[in-house]
């Protein structure tokens, strides 16, 4: 997979694709007036106070946490907490994207990163449009990559893209002159989901000033295996300094995530009285090769002995030192992996993690399309 960066391509790229992309659009909006790339949001460095200067810079992706150094990750988190202290203050967020076009192209269905994704774009004030699979030309046969691309020939600065497909996002990156967001791709990564899950583990553990997670130890539990969420959150939190566990039976947490970073171990009632924060991991039915999408998995023997190994009770909760909180990503299966008890309990941020998700995708917005603030 590619690493984060400026280029598009792991190695960097000829940026062939945003020359192109430049030279055959006229990159029109509504009324048929300019709209900005995200790459020309970008001050050169001749730039006096009081002019912007469009540069040839090669669009700026988020495809992955994995290979993010801790200074940019640092970075997108301090600005993500200066969105949640100016939203909490009840102030307006500075207009850092206006005139840049947003596209939400989602695949894959979507409650929490599609709403959040709108509403960071809108709170910035970038144009945002609105794109589902199932009310587009890919019913009819179209690739993701030509759909991609004609949306992007329209003016789109950025592409925030969801898919069932690993490696999607960057697929498209690969053929892109826009920016383009991972907004989770099938089982590889979901890195606004990481950022907003450290934001997260920041706030609730009160290490919002140093960022500091080497004191910290996360368990995430459950399916592992099939979790774009967990990679995201094994990379991140790594990096900040954590020890990340996966937990979960061998099918689900096989011992090979252990070359992510973290460590597998199988016994939660073990682990729980020692760790800072719980990341409950949705069983993921639909990805583990029964199409009835029944509520039944050859990675486990049963449901009934799947809650007896894993499932999150108030029993087990119990257990779990007086400061340690719980997270999960969402949708939840509730009564399965999690109960009502829990989730919905006093440790619980599960709420807060959807908020920060506006927060976190404010930074991850300003990041790709290079905005002054930011883009340092
Ligand atoms: N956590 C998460 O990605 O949720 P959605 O699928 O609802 O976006």
Known sequence: ????????????????????????????????????TASEVVESPQANSSTRAVVAATPRHLLQLEGMD??????????????????EAGENAEQTLSGVTVANLFFEDSTRTRTSFSMAAFNLGARVLEFGATTSSVSKGETLIDTARNVEAMGVGVLVVRAKQSGAAEMISKDAGASIVNAGDGRHEHPTQGLLDMLTAAQALGRVETLD??????????????????RSAIHGFTTLGAKVMC??????????????????????DAVLPDVDAVMMLRVQFERHGDASGAKASPLIPSI????????????????????AIV?????????LEIDAAVADGERSVI??????????????????????????
């Open 327 to 335: 997270m999960h990503p969402g949708p939840m299966n509730r009564g």
């Open 351 to 376: 709420l807060q993690q959807a908020r920060n998700g506006v927060f976190a995708r404010m930074a991850a917005l300003e990041w790709v399309a290079a905005a002054p603030q930011i883009a340092k």
């Open 213 to 230: 997670f080497s004191d910290l130890r996360l368990a995430i539990v459950g399916d592992a295996v099939s979790s774009r969420v967990a």
């Open 304 to 323: 009934r002995e799947y809650r007896v190994g894993y499932a999150l009770t108030p029993d087990r909760e119990s257990m779990m030192k007086p400061s």
């Open 247 to 268: 937990i979960g039976p061998s099918a689900m947490a096989p011992k090979s995530l252990e070359t992510l970073g973290c460590t597998v171990e199988r016994d939660l």
């Open 70 to 87: 801790r200074v940019t990750l640092t970075r997108l988190l301090r600005r993500a907490t200066m969105h949640a202290t100016k939203a």
């Open 1 to 36: 997979m590619a690493q984060v960066g400026r280029s598009g391509r792991a190695g960097g790229r000829a940026g062939g694709s945003a020359v192109r992309n430049r030279k055959m659009s006229k990159k029109v909006g509504s009324g048929g007036k300019p709209t900005r």
